[in-house]
């Protein structure tokens, strides 16, 4: 009996002390949610447009340098040849820089291979199936695609310029990487690296494939380069007398 009182007191006690049975009820909006998680949400997704309106303007200047880049390269002069519409030119041009900058590979190195693969012919098919610009293989390109993480699909795609410089270029960087030199590697982009360690490994087949399709590629880079440089010169001796007058 002694003990019932003693509870009973106790609670009193508690009751009269502002003590509840039951937890205090938090504000919450209109989806349930605690005012102070709503509040970090909607901070969060301020944070998420500002950081999406950074990004886009980040890349606007990137495609800016990167195509006062293609035309000081003359990029976006040869570029012309594909006979694509002016804005997709514009694409191609940056791709070809970028691309070649993301692989360490020289500008006017994928430049003189896309003439000579295709002549800027974007919609070219070989005998073989190697399609677009680069002459890209389908199976080829859908093992680059795979490896820098999106999905080529159809093999059409590969008519898509930016696409098929992208996976071209990705393609050429590694072949110098795993044959050791761009006369290597170029024996590799056309014949395929299987048949190019077989041609690599006999002096005779060496020597008359070196002197076909990687001689080509490799003097029309030379001559690209002669070209730049040609200009570059020009630009400076003309900045030059505009500062002199």
Known sequence: MRGWTVAVTTAAMLLSAGAYAFPVQVPTGPQGEPAEVMYLRASLEQRERELKAALAKLEKYEDEAMFAQ??????V?????SGLPVHQQRRLAVAIVREAQRN???????????????SFNNYAVSHVGAMGLMQVMPDTGTW??????????????????ETNV????AYLADLITRFGSVEKALVAY??????????????EARTKFMAGYPTKVVKEFRKLKAQQERELTLRDQQKTIDRQG
Not at 77 to 81: D, G, I, Q, S
């Open 166 to 169: 992208t996976l071209g270029t």
């Open 190 to 203: 056309n014949a395929g690296p299987g048949l190019a360690r077989r041609i690599l490994a006999k002096k």
């Open 144 to 161: 680059l695609a795979d490896k820098a993480g999106f999905r080529l699909g159809r093999s059409t795609n590969l008519f898509d310029a």
């Open 104 to 118: 360490n590979v020289d500008p006017l190195l994928v430049v003189a291979v896309i003439r000579c693969e295709s």
């Open 77 to 81: 002069e040869m570029v012309k040849a």
């Open 70 to 75: 293609a035309e000081r390269l003359g990029v």
